[in-house]
Nanobody, 127 residues
Framework: QVQLVESGGGLVQAGGSLRLSCAAS????????MGWFRQAPGKEREFVAT????????YYADSVKGRFTISRDNAKNTVYLQMNSLKPEDTARYYC????????????????????WGQGTQVDVSS
C-alpha cells in the first residue's frame, strides 16, 4: 500500500518562502508521476503542480507559475514543492498525490487522475 506523508508547512509572512516535502513508501516511487494540490477553507481542491515519473517535465497552475517549483529525489522517495514569494491567497492545506499508472508524464491536473493521497500539511501566509 502506498503511503504519502507531507511535511514542511507552517506560518510565514507574505513574500516569504517554504519548502514542502512528501515522503513516499510502499512501491517503486520513481515510476510514478506526482502532484501537489491545495484546498482553502470553503473552496474546492485545486491543482498546484505536477512532475513526471523521471522528473524531466513539470507543469504548474497559472496562479503559482514562476513562484513555485516542484522537484523530486527518486533516491530518497521524496517530492518537494519550493514555494517563494508567498501570498495570503496561497493559504491552504497542501496535499501530495501519486498516480497509479507507471511512467506517466507531467500532464495530470485533475484530482481524479491520482490514486494516492497524503494527509496534507497546512500553509498559512499572513499579510
Amino acid at each position: 500500500q502506498v503511503q504519502l506523508v507531507e511535511s514542511g508547512g507552517g506560518l510565514v509572512q507574505a513574500g516569504g518562502s517554504l519548502r514542502l516535502s512528501c515522503a513516499a513508501s510502499g512501491r517503486t516511487f520513481s515510476r510514478y508521476a506526482m502532484g501537489w494540490f491545495r484546498q482553502a477553507p470553503g473552496k474546492e481542491r485545486e491543482f498546484v503542480a505536477t512532475i513526471s515519473w523521471s522528473g524531466g517535465s513539470t507543469y504548474y497552475a497559472d496562479s503559482v507559475k514562476g513562484r513555485f517549483t516542484i522537484s523530486r529525489d527518486n533516491a530518497k522517495n521524496t517530492v518537494y514543492l519550493q514555494m517563494n514569494s508567498l501570498k495570503p491567497e496561497d493559504t491552504a492545506r497542501y496535499y501530495c498525490a501519486a498516480t497509479g499508472v507507471p511512467f506517466t508524464s507531467a500532464t495530470r491536473t485533475r484530482g481524479s487522475e491520482y490514486d494516492y493521497w497524503g494527509q496534507g500539511t497546512q500553509v498559512d501566509v499572513s499579510s
